[in-house]
T-cell receptor, first 110, second 110 residues
Framework: SQTIHQWPATLVQPVGSPLSLECTVE??????LYWYRQAAGRGLQLLFY??????ISSEVPQNLSASRPQDRQFILSSKKLLLSDSGFYLC?????????FGPGTRLTVT | QKEVEQDPGPLSVPEGAIVSLNCTYS??????FMWYRQYSRKGPELLMY????GNKEDGRFTAQVDKSSKYISLFIRDSQPSDSATYLC??????????FGGGTRLMVKP
């Protein structure tokens, strides 16, 4: 069966610091991968998606970036965090049409 | 106007009640319709998904799609306190990109 992992689970970072969030998927090959952000009490905002190694599409212009160095690894990064980057970050992979989410990383920028 | 509208709630019901959660949408190209359950501070969990119009039942949960009205529903029978969560609808048009509703918070009181 497929499993999706995210770490860290919780992160508190000061403004201006760098960020690296990691997502890995087990039990499937060449999945489509997604990064979402969920602000408190709000819906899901798609940030990036990837259909293969090195292939990244950005949905929202911002100070975040994503990379996919391996087939089942997806990384979300920032060089300098802003207060507005606080939120719940979710990684997902897609089956035929549905998507399956990881446990999420709660990021607080102080 | 958002593509997918969902009443944010909260919806409060007594244990054992039948719950009806709904979404409306504007894009007639949507073909696949999904419901996710999200507990506080956790990633969304796929409950069920349906293709086109009609009903689909899984245990206490029934998903209903009315494409002519652009309206989908999730019914929960014999609701339990453990059903207390935020329910997100999502839909797509056969690609892998999902459009989400903002979620409805459900509280089932013992």
């Amino acid at each position: 069966s497929q499993t999706i992992h995210q770490w860290p689970a919780t992160l508190v970072q000061p403004v201006g610091s760098p960020l690296s969030l990691e997502c890995t998927v087990e039990g499937t090959s060449n999945p489509n991968l997604y990064w979402y952000r969920q602000a408190a009490g709000r819906g899901l905002q798609l940030l990036f998606y990837s259909v293969g190694i090195g292939q990244i599409s950005s949905e929202v212009p911002q100070n975040l970036s994503a990379s996919r160095p391996q087939d089942r690894q997806f990384i979300l990064s920032s060089k300098k965090l802003l207060l507005s980057d606080s939120g719940f970050y979710l990684c997902a992979w897609s089956g035929s049409v549905e998507q399956y989410f990881g446990p999420g990383t709660r990021l607080t920028v102080t | 106007q958002k593509e997918v509208e969902q009443d944010p709630g909260p919806l409060s019901v007594p244990e054992g009640a039948i719950v009806s959660l709904n979404c409306t949408y504007s894009n007639s190209a949507f073909q696949y319709f999904m419901w996710y359950r999200q507990y506080s501070r956790k990633g969304p969990e796929l409950l069920m998904y349906t293709y086109s119009s009609g009903n689909k039942e899984d245990g206490r949960f029934t998903a209903q799609v009315d494409k002519s009205s652009k309206y989908i529903s999730l019914f929960i029978r014999d609701s339990q306190p453990s059903d207390s969560a935020t329910y997100l609808c999502a839909m797509n048009n056969a690609g892998n990109m999902l459009t989400f509703g903002g979620g409805t918070r459900l509280m089932v009181k013992p």
